[in-house]
């Protein structure tokens, strides 16, 4: 059974830091292509960072660049987003994602991801709540 779950929130101060982890039992791991996303209520999830199959491209939303870090543990079998310098806006619930990346399609295309539409993904976490005050 595929599963994501995520660890890791809470409850900060501005200008803090926390490490996000996806643990994953998708198989084999190093297969998919994983994505970070976040939610404000009311509101649609929104892009956060993605990193694709092979771990050697990794994209930011212009408003996490620069303070969030994305990285894949292919022998652990997890995806961390490593959140410094956190800011009242990215009080979130924060979700972990995941989609099955095809052998062939790669060696067809090349390069695949990373994905930056939610659309893209079809594995979710649970999701975990990160609150930053003030």
């Known amino acids: 059974q595929v599963q994501l779950v995520e660890s890791g929130g809470g409850l900060v101060q501005a200008g803090a830091s926390l490490r996000l982890t996806c643990s994953a039992t998708v198989r084999p791991f190093f297969t998919y292509a994983f994505g970070w996303f976040r939610q404000f209520p009311g509101k649609e999830r929104e892009f956060v960072a993605a990193v694709n199959w092979s771990g050697d491209t990794i994209r930011y939303s212009d408003s996490v660049k620069g303070r969030f870090t994305m990285s894949r543990d292919n022998d652990k079998n997890t995806v961390d987003l490593l959140m410094n310098s956190l800011e009242r806006e990215d009080t979130a619930v924060y979700y972990c994602?995941?989609?099955?990346?095809?052998?062939?399609?790669?060696?067809?295309?090349?390069?695949?991801?990373?994905?930056?539409?939610?659309?893209?993904?079809?594995?979710w976490g649970q999701g975990t709540q990160v609150t930053v005050s003030s």
């Open positions: 994602a995941a989609v099955y990346i095809d052998p062939k399609r790669v060696a067809w295309e090349g390069t695949v991801g990373p994905f930056t539409s939610a659309n893209e993904y079809d594995v």
